[in-house]
């Protein structure tokens, strides 16, 4: 079930990116750290590794249900972007300010629902999941302090008092 969650989750995603905006070409991403989680990711799903010891069934069902929160609050992050979205630290030709939504909450949803549903998937599956998680979840953090600098950039009078009133990645908290 988590599985065709998270393959449901990518179709979706990707069929959604056609209709994105152009990037402008200002890129800020390393492109070796999402090859190395990809390498790493298919390393472990391939060699089997984690299999062994499943979680008990209360913990895999707490994993399911953090697993589709995740995924629901990156689709909804989605949604309410638009045309706007693009991978981590690109920069879109006429870029838009988006602050209603779950954006009204945190300003980077789409990473809060992506490292949720990994969280989830490490509970419910596997816990390599959870070091996994941890390593997106840094990657995340750096994309989106490099993507703030950006948009304090394109917008001067709108972005600083937003992100005053808006946590980054966790609402009330971070």
């Known amino acids: 079930m988590i599985g065709g969650a998270w393959l449901v989750f990518w179709v ?12 402008s070409g200002r890129r800020h991403r390393p492109p070796g750290l999402m090859i190395a989680i990809l390498a790493i990711i298919l ?13 008990a069934p209360a913990l895999q069902v707490v994993g399911a249900v953090l697993v589709f ?13 638009g045309r706007n979205w693009g991978m981590p630290m690109s920069v879109k030709e006429e870029p838009e300010l988006v602050t209603t ?11 809060t629902g992506i490292v949720l549903a990994m969280v989830g998937t490490g509970v419910a599956v596997a816990y390599y999941w959870l070091l996994l998680a941890a390593a997106i979840g840094a990657y995340f953090l750096y994309s989106a302090r ?22 980054m990645l966790v609402p009330f908290v971070l």
């Open 12 to 23: 979706y995603w990707l069929v959604r990116s056609a209709g994105a905006k152009r990037s």
């Open 43 to 55: 390393l472990r799903v391939f060699s089997g590794a984690g299999k062994a010891g499943l979680p």
């Open 69 to 81: 929160a995740g995924l629901g609050l990156a689709v909804w992050a989605r949604v309410y972007l």
């Open 101 to 111: 939504g779950p954006y009204r909450y945190v300003r980077h949803p789409i990473y």
């Open 146 to 167: 490099v993507e703030e600098r950006t948009l304090v950039e394109s917008f001067p009078a709108q972005y600083p008092p937003y992100r005053a009133r808006t946590k």
